[in-house]
């Protein structure tokens, strides 16, 4: 039997809709208080200068459905190792092997290709995968296209919405589609 495709998950914009109007906590979401000496990356724009602990909204239902879509979940965040730590305990989700961007992290690239998408076709090799961030451009479609053997979602998520019930959809229909024969 083949191996489910992977589900590559960043934290901020498709589970923590960051973008969102500060003063109002998206209906259905938790608040979840990271204290700034958590072991997250001080490089994410300013963690270090941050006074106040980093505010996450996380919607529990999430873990759920996430587990329930046919995939092989995989951290694809800044937050690495630290999202089985802080994330995944709210979102009911067990621990999840994550991408070690390594020096790769916030590196940009000439060509417009987001840091990330170098390091997720290496970890993926060859294996049909979705993307859900809300950081894809053009570029990095095309980088798949040209660099990946097996087929590959890059699904934009909308940082003020966070991951919805079309989102979800789009997810299911993928992995029926890569595990039709």
Aim: glycine residues 8%.
């Amino acid at each position: 039997m083949s191996r489910p495709p992977l589900l590559f998950l960043d934290v901020d914009g498709p589970l923590n809709p960051y973008a969102a109007q500060p003063e109002r906590r998206p209906e259905g979401y938790t608040t979840l208080r990271v204290p700034l000496d958590s072991g997250i990356s001080a490089a994410d724009g300013g963690f270090s200068t941050r006074r106040r602990p980093l505010r996450v909204w996380l919607n529990p239902a999430h873990g759920p459905a996430l587990l329930g879509l046919g995939y092989e979940l995989c951290w694809a965040t800044t937050w690495m190792a630290e999202a089985n730590r802080w994330i995944a305990p709210t979102l009911g989700l067990p621990e999840l092997p994550f991408v070690d961007f390594g020096d790769a992290l916030f590196r940009e690239r000439p060509d417009g290709v987001h840091w990330k998408t170098g390091p997720l076709i290496d970890y993926a090799a060859g294996r049909p995968f979705a993307w859900v961030d809300d950081e894809q451009s053009e570029p990095d479609h095309a980088y798949v296209a040209t660099h990946h053997e097996g087929p590959g979602l890059l699904h934009h998520v909308n940082p003020r919405l966070g991951l919805r019930e079309t989102d979800f959809r789009t997810l299911v229909d993928f992995a029926l589609a890569v595990n039709t024969p």
